[in-house]
């Protein structure tokens, strides 16, 4: 079931990361994080709703730490003071893997769900609509930051074709450049989400939880240097391979195809309904599991493609096909569930 977007999300912002909630937090408002712990030193990282950009006021502190066991503290700091901690002695995250977090505003607490289960209920010390800012901080890479309001209509899929308008929030750019506040008409389809029509700037991405398999959509703009590419999911139980395409046309650029029963990753390129020679060699062992949950993250330089898995370099791949622009199309098909998809 979908909802009305309460507001644009944050997509791929740069960690450290502060970013406005419009309106601030009001009852049934649901904030969703996503994205992939890296494999760091550092064993703690802070997801904060607070007031202003300053710290000094955090209704909702959640910290999880990696250290005794591993544990999460909740918290709240009033006027730059801490109050007591509560502590969940329990560590639903892992190092190198995907995670999502949701925070769910109800009227006594907040309820926050870790990959889709149940973690905790905390109750609110000082009033939520003070709320106005959520902040991310730690060793990890972000795939998004969503809002819905959980208590609107549910829109069906064979009414959304009508056009609406809505401010984005673009990532922040390197060497100190400012990107300019833009608004953007959506158009929402039968395969529900935002289509961003500056392909240039700003990616395309699905929040709709639930994704037919195969999966088609475009690249807007097609390839080019730094342009990046996820997907994440969920490796079936019984899974014997799946695959990840970029496509010119008829063509496959790039070929990324896990196989379980050969316990390897084939990449390669299929030119005029011929496949050219295969890639297989991985620097460590497969980093795709059954029944699993991944990130796949492939990143455009000028001579090749890089690829992660759950934050973890898997391999570069130096273009055959030259024309990066042709480069357009993403299908994924094959053995999995899809959590969410961003070109």
């Known amino acids: ?16 990361f ?23 030193s550092e064993n703690r990282f802070v997801v904060n709703l607070q007031t202003g950009i300053s710290e000094n006021d955090i209704p909702f502190h959640f910290n999880p730490r990696f250290e005794n066991g591993g544990y999460v503290v909740c918290n709240t700091k009033q006027k730059g003071c801490w109050g007591p901690e509560e502590r969940k002695m329990q560590m639903p995250f892992q190092k190198g893997m995907p995670f999502e977090i949701c925070f769910l ?39 998004y930051i969503n809002f819905q309001n ?24 390197p060497r100190g ?18 289509m961003f029509p500056n392909p240039g700037i700003l990616p395309m991405m699905y929040l709709n939880p639930v994704y037919p398999v195969p999966f088609f959509t475009t690249i807007p703009g097609g390839l080019y240097p730094s342009k990046s590419i996820t997907v994440s999911g969920t490796v079936l139980p019984s899974a014997k391979s799946f695959h990840i395409n970029l496509r010119s ?3 496959i650029a790039f070929h990324l195809n896990p196989r379980f029963d050969e316990n390897t990753v084939v990449r390669n390129t299929q030119i005029g309904s011929s496949w050219g020679l295969e ?28 690829v992660l898995v759950n934050g973890e370099h898997l391999c570069e791949y130096a273009h055959r096909l030259r024309n990066l622009q ?12 899809l959590s969410h998809v961003q070109t």
Not at 1 to 16: D, E, G, K, N, R
Not at 18 to 38: A, D, R
Request: aromatic share 10%; charged share 15%.
């Open 18 to 40: 502060s970013g406005v909630i419009q309106g601030g937090l009001k009852e049934g408002l649901q904030i969703t994080v996503q994205g992939t712990l890296l494999n760091s």
């Open 105 to 143: 505003v109800q009227r006594s607490d907040f309820k926050v769900t870790v990959n889709k289960s149940l973690f905790v209920q905390y109750s609110h010390r000082v009033p939520y609509h003070l709320v106005d800012t959520i902040s991310v901080t730690g060793p990890l890479y972000l795939s």
């Open 177 to 194: 450049r400012k990107p300019k506040a833009q608004t953007v008409i959506h158009t929402v389809h039968n395969t529900p989400g935002p």
């Open 279 to 306: 890639e297989r060699s991985l620097p460590c062992k497969m980093p795709f599991n059954k029944g699993q949950s991944f990130l796949v993250w492939i990143t455009c330089e000028g001579s090749c493609l890089k």
């Open 1 to 16: 079931m979908a909802f009305y977007s309460y507001q644009a999300p944050y997509l791929s912002p740069i960690v450290p």
């Open 326 to 337: 042709d480069i357009n199309g993403l299908e994924v098909a094959g053995d999995i569930q």
């Open 249 to 251: 046309g008829s063509d």
């Open 150 to 173: 959980s208590y609107a209509a549910p829109v069906h899929p064979s009414f959304s074709t009508a056009q609406f308008s809505q401010p984005v929030r673009f990532p922040r750019t």
